[in-house]
């Protein structure tokens, strides 16, 4: 592997074609600028959620790498209490399990699990319900 974000690519390919209820699948660069795209929904954004180095031995390391799949959705029903904009995400969410749990973006990583994941969030009339996933790579030296 020459590329640590290798995997992102991979991921929106696999959501697109997995999850056809998305009108829209993209990468994002962090939560805080998702609610300013998010005119079309329900959508999914994907971003890179940092590295946790792993095991070290002699010329290698290993690398937890973490990503987040942040759906967002727009429903007005019960605003209040957010009842709408979890029945609309929570199918998602559970799609978006099913795709990526045990699944590997390339021969390099390890099987997606699912991490710790932050809470929602809720942004100019936007929810966004995030997913943590993790997977190991191994870093060589050359």
């Avoid at 992102?8 to 999850?19: C, T």
């Avoid at 300013?36 to 290698?60: I, N, Q, S």
Wanted: charged share 25%.
């Amino acid at each position: 592997m020459d590329d640590l974000f290798a995997a992102e690519h991979p991921i929106l390919e696999r959501l697109r074609l997995r999850i056809p209820a998305f009108r829209q699948v993209c990468a994002a660069r962090s939560l805080e600028e998702i609610p300013a795209f998010t005119g079309t929904t329900p959508a999914l954004y994907v971003l890179f959620d940092g590295h946790k180095p792993l095991v070290h031995a002699g010329h290698e390391q290993a690398l937890e790498q973490r990503w987040l799949m942040v759906v967002a959705v727009r429903n007005g029903r019960e605003a209040d209490r957010g009842e709408g904009e979890r029945r609309e995400a929570g199918p998602l969410l559970w799609q978006v399990c099913q795709a990526l749990v045990g699944w590997r973006p390339g021969p390099d990583h390890g099987p997606f699990r699912v991490s710790t994941t932050p809470g929602a969030l809720v942004a100019e009339g936007v929810a966004l319900f995030p997913l943590r996933f993790a997977t190991r790579v191994v870093v060589s030296a050359s």
